[in-house]
C-alpha cells in the first residue's frame, strides 16, 4: 500500500475525483482517498508508476507528496488493525445479492473492495426476478378477488378494469426505488468500495481484465476474489423457437399489454407464477408440462396446483412437449404430440443458466460441472483456493437468501474465518396461489438416504382459519423420522404457505420432534396453526377436537 499526503482538497468531491483519477493509472487496483485527513492509500502492483501518481494529483490541482514514513513502516501493506481483513484486497464479479453481501462483510472485516458490473447494479432480483414478479403477482391477486371470491352472495362482484402500463409503471418505480436504496446508494456511500462498470474475465488466478463500459480494458490484481454473476434463462433447443419473439420472464415483466392468449413453457416456479398472474390479469394461458406441474416435488404439490389452476381456467396440458414452435402473422404456433397450441405470446421458462461462459475461469483454475455450474464446496471455495464463487452461478440452490448468505460466509473465509452454510434446512415459497412453501426432505429424499419415516397430511377443511376464509384449497404435510420422531420435512400447499413455513424451519433446525411440535401453543385462525394440527395427526383425530384444543 503506498501513502499520499494530498493537500488542497476542499470537499468529498475533491476526493472523488481523485481516486477516478487514481485508479484509471495502469498498475493501479484501488484507491482509497479521504478528504478530512488528506490523504490517499494506494495498492499497485510493483510496476506501478509512484511518479504518475503525483503528476495525476498534481493535474486535478492538487499538491501531492509521498508519506515516506508511513511506507517504509508499512512495506507495501495497509497499517496493521485489529480486522482480519487488513491488508486484503477483494474483485467481486456481480453486484446481486451475493456479491453485496459479501461487499459489506469484506469491508466489515477491513478488506478493500473492488466490485465489476456489466449490467444494471443489483443483479436479478431486484431488477428483473423477485421484486417485480411479487409486484406483479399482488397486482394480479388484487384483480382476482375483485373478480371472483368465496363471498360473492353478499360482496358484489365486479369485472376490473386492467391498465398495463399503469400497473408497469407503478411496478418500475418501485423497483427503481429499492435497487438505489439497497444496492446504488449503499456502494456509493462506502469509500472501501470501487465500482467499475464492465465485463470482467480472469487473466491468470491473481488477475482480472476488465472491458470498460466506457471503453478501454483495466487490469486488476487481487489477493481474493469472488465470482458472483447470477444466471440467465436457460433457452431449450426446441425447432424453430430461436427464429421468434419469444418472451423470457425479463421480457415478460416489462410488457406493457396483457396478451390475450398466452402460452407457457415451463412447468416449475417461474413458470408458474406468472402463468397465473397473467390469467388473473386477462390472459387467456395454455401451460405446456414437459411431465407434471412441479415434478420434482412430492406428487401431491403438483396435483392441487394443477387443480387449482384448471379451477381458473388456465389450460395444464401435462406430458406435453412442443416439438416445433413457428410464428407468422403475429401468432405462434406450437406443434405439440397432442396437436396444435396458438397464442398472441409465448413464455419460455423452462430454468436458468449460470453466467460463467464469458470468465474464462480455466485460465484461473476454477472447475465447473456439466450445466457451467461453479462447483464450490460448503465455506463457498472453488477448486482454487483463493476463488469463491456464490450464488445462482453455482452448484447451490437458486434463491437469493442462500446467495446472500453464501457470499456474507464467503467474506469471512476469504478474510480469514472458517465459517459454512448449512442448507439442511432451507425454505423454499412459490408465489402461485395457494401457495407453495418446502423445508426439509420429501418422504422419496428421505428414502433415497435409507431414512424409515412416517408421515400425515391434513387438508385444510381441516384448519379454522382455511375455514373462516371460506378457502380451503390444499394441505399440509409432514414428514417424520420414524425411529426418533423428529421432524424432518415439511411441504404446504395453501393460500399463506409462506408465512407458516419458517416456522417449520425452525423446528427442523433445532431438531423438535413432532410431538413436541404439537405440544407447542400456537394463536388461533391463524395458518400456521395448521402445523400443529398436521403434528396432532400422529397421536389423535383431530375432527374430533374442539376449538384450540391442545
Known amino acids: 500500500m503506498i501513502a499520499i499526503t494530498i493537500d488542497g482538497m476542499t470537499c468529498m468531491s475533491c476526493a472523488t475525483h481523485v481516486k477516478d483519477a487514481l485508479e484509471k493509472l495502469p498498475g493501479v487496483s484501488h484507491a482509497l482517498v479521504s478528504y478530512p485527513e488528506s490523504k490517499a492509500q494506494v495498492l499497485a502492483d510493483t510496476g506501478a508508476s509512484r511518479d504518475q501518481m503525483l503528476v495525476t494529483i498534481a493535474a486535478l490541482g492538487y499538491r ?196 390475450e392468449r398466452l402460452a407457457v413453457i415451463g412447468s416449475s416456479v417461474v413458470a408458474l407464477e406468472l402463468a397465473q398472474a397473467f390469467a388473473r390479469l386477462g390472459s387467456q394461458v395454455t401451460i405446456l408440462a414437459r411431465s407434471t406441474l412441479f415434478f420434482r416435488e412430492d406428487p401431491a404439490i403438483g396435483e392441487a396446483v394443477t387443480a387449482a389452476f384448471r379451477a381458473e381456467g388456465i389450460e395444464v396440458l401435462e406430458h406435453t412437449q412442443a416439438r416445433n414452435v413457428a410464428y407468422s402473422d403475429n401468432e405462434f404456433v406450437l406443434t405439440t404430440e397432442h396437436g396444435e397450441v396458438h397464442a398472441d405470446k409465448l413464455l419460455v421458462a423452462t430454468g436458468r443458466t449460470p453466467n460463467t461462459r464469458r470468465l474464462a475461469l480455466e485460465t484461473a483454475g476454477v472447475a465447473v460441472n456439466a450445466q457451467g455450474s461453479i462447483a464450490i464446496d460448503k465455506g463457498m471455495r472453488t477448486s482454487t483456493p483463493h476463488i469463491y464463487a456464490a450464488g445462482d452461478c453455482t452448484d447451490q440452490p437458486q434463491f437469493v437468501y442462500v446467495a446472500a448468505a453464501a457470499g456474507t460466509r464467503a467474506a469471512i473465509n476469504m478474510t480469514g474465518g472458517d465459517v459454512a452454510l448449512n442448507l439442511g434446512a432451507m425454505p423454499a415459497v412459490v408465489f402461485t396461489d395457494p401457495q407453495v412453501a418446502t423445508v426439509g426432505l420429501t418422504e422419496a429424499e428421505a428414502h433415497a438416504q435409507n431414512i424409515e419415516t412416517d408421515s400425515r397430511t391434513l387438508t385444510l377443511d381441516n384448519v379454522p382459519r382455511a375455514l373462516a376464509n371460506f378457502d380451503t384449497r390444499g394441505f399440509i404435510k409432514l414428514v417424520i423420522e420414524e425411529s426418533s420422531g423428529r421432524l424432518i420435512g415439511v411441504q404446504a400447499v395453501a393460500p399463506d404457505a409462506g408465512e407458516l413455513i419458517q416456522t417449520a424451519v425452525l423446528a427442523i433446525r433445532n431438531r423438535m420432534t413432532v410431538q413436541e411440535l404439537a405440544d407447542q401453543l400456537f394463536p388461533y385462525l391463524t395458518m400456521v396453526e395448521g402445523l400443529k394440527l398436521a403434528a396432532q395427526t400422529f397421536s389423535k383425530d383431530v375432527k374430533q377436537l374442539s376449538c384450540c384444543a391442545g
Open 64 to 259: 501531492a507528496a509521498f508519506d515516506e514514513g508511513s511506507n517504509k513502516r508499512d512495506s507495501g501493506k495497509i497499517p496493521a488493525t485489529d480486522k482480519p481483513g487488513s491488508g486484503l484486497h477483494i474483485a467481486i464479479i456481480g453486484s446481486g445479492g451475493g456479491a453485496m453481501g459479501a461487499a459489506l462483510k469484506a469491508v466489515e472485516q477491513g478488506a478493500m473492495v473492488t466490485l465489476i458490473e456489466r449490467g444494471t447494479i443489483g443483479g436479478t432480483c431486484v431488477n428483473i426476478g423477485c421484486v417485480p414478479s411479487k409486484i406483479m403477482i399482488r397486482a394480479a391477486h388484487i384483480a382476482h378477488v375483485r373478480r371472483e371470491s368465496p363471498f360473492d352472495a353478499g360482496i358484489a362482484a365486479t369485472v376490473p378494469v386492467i391498465d398495463r402500463s399503469k400497473l408497469l409503471a407503478q411496478q418500475q418505480a418501485r423497483v427503481d426505488e429499492l435497487r438505489h436504496a439497497k444496492y446504488e446508494g449503499i456502494l456509493v456511500s462506502n469509500p472501501s468500495i470501487t465500482v467499475l462498470r464492465g465485463a470482467a474475465r480472469f487473466k491468470d488466478s491473481q488477475h482480472l481484465v476488465v472491458h470498460m463500459t466506457e471503453g478501454g480494458e483495466r487490469t486488476v490484481a487481487f489477493d481474493r476474489c469472488l465470482i458472483a454473476t447470477g444466471a440467465s434463462p436457460a433457452i431449450p433447443p426446441i425447432p424453430g423457437l430461436k427464429d421468434t419473439p419469444y418472451w423470457t420472464s425479463t421480457e415478460a415483466l416489462v410488457s406493457d399489454t396483457i396478451p
